[in-house]
């Protein structure tokens, strides 16, 4: 075993206090008293008698026991002194733990504060102000606008969501008054429709009678004024009466009174009243029906006013010496009638304002003849209360074609119906 501790001290990095004990010990204990040891030991074992006193005996063992001792003292020191480090390296460590928890726990404190007071507040205000504004408090102050970061954006997009619900409010608002305006006046209208027709009409029965002397001759200049009287009564009238049905029709007042009616007979005589306009700018009007479409059931007088504001929008939009052309035929069971016209025509974008109430294309032909706009949005109303729909097709300088398709049902009788009959 002394063998063994031997060599473990001769290893590099042994502490030298422990190797300068040992060395004591060996040349002591090991060396100097060892020996006689043995050889007392073997004296005795062999009964011969000890040539040592028990004073020699102490005096020789105690230095060899002695530095027996002195290497477990060095090595409890060595122990101690290791102990100490360790203990000043575990409380340095201990107190640098304790300063790093102390400072964690510190910026988690704060962390949690600011997070609370910067973020689960404000937050938690938005959602009680967007709460209000959703229930209609749209008078609620946005809080937190003015911050940089996305708070503030959330805050700023609150704002935009608020002020584009009061945008939609307000539009609707106007919306919902305009309406009711316009129902107003379409009433207003509708109600007055006898009020203005009746003085227009005395205008135009006492010009008449003027102009055709029925109480005696009047000189030329009397019988020209009376005349443009009747010219301008009549002209005013026919706008008071697309004025008066297009109000009847948008306040849902004008009814139709149906009757089966030729369809052939009914477009031939509407020609007829706008022939001679035509054949003063030698316009040459045409008609194709489909022989097999017999009668149709529509309100006569409405479809009269129909056809006859077609036929004079292509004849009035149609240079000297161009067509127009009707013509009748069945798509798919319903009835379809086109007028169709080689005029000044329309570019795309032109036809919604067309199409509106009031609106006129603005172009130098066109803008050469009266008129209030209501000619195609009326036909359009008309024909719809009458379950069709009215398309316009139109190219510039080449003509317009306008195509109104009416339900089969308004279809009464056919050719073959009718013969069978």
Known sequence: MWKLVQDEIQLA???????????????????????????VVEDLASGRPVNISQREWLELSTPGQDSIFLIGKAALSMASSHAIAQLAVAERTFYAAMLFAVLFSSLGLLTALYVFKGVVQPITKITNTMRLVADGDLAREIPFEHRADEIGFLARALRVFRDSDLEKRRLRSDRDNAEAANHAKSEFLANMSHELRTPLNAILGFSEVIKSQMFGPLSGRYRSYAADIFNSGNHLLELINEILDLSKLEAGKLELHEEDVNLGAAVEACMQLVEPQARKTQIRLSASFDDDISLVRVDPRRFRQIMINLLTNAVKFTPDGGRVCVSTFRKNGDLVLTVTDTGIGMAPEEIPKAMASFGQVDSKISRNHEGTGLGLPLTKHLVELHGGALTLESEMNVGTTV???????????????????
Not at 23 to 31: K, M, Q, T, V
Not at 403 to 421: D, F, H, N, W
Request: charged letters at 15%; hydrophobic letters at 50%; aromatic letters at 6%.
């Open 403 to 421: 195509t109104i398709t009416l339900p089969s049902q308004r279809i009464v009788a056919t050719m073959g119906m009718a013969a069978s009959a």
């Open 13 to 39: 990095g042994a502490p030298s206090q422990l190797k300068k004990a040992m060395d004591a010990a060996n040349a002591r204990y090991f060396s100097e008293f060892l020996p006689l040891h043995d050889a």
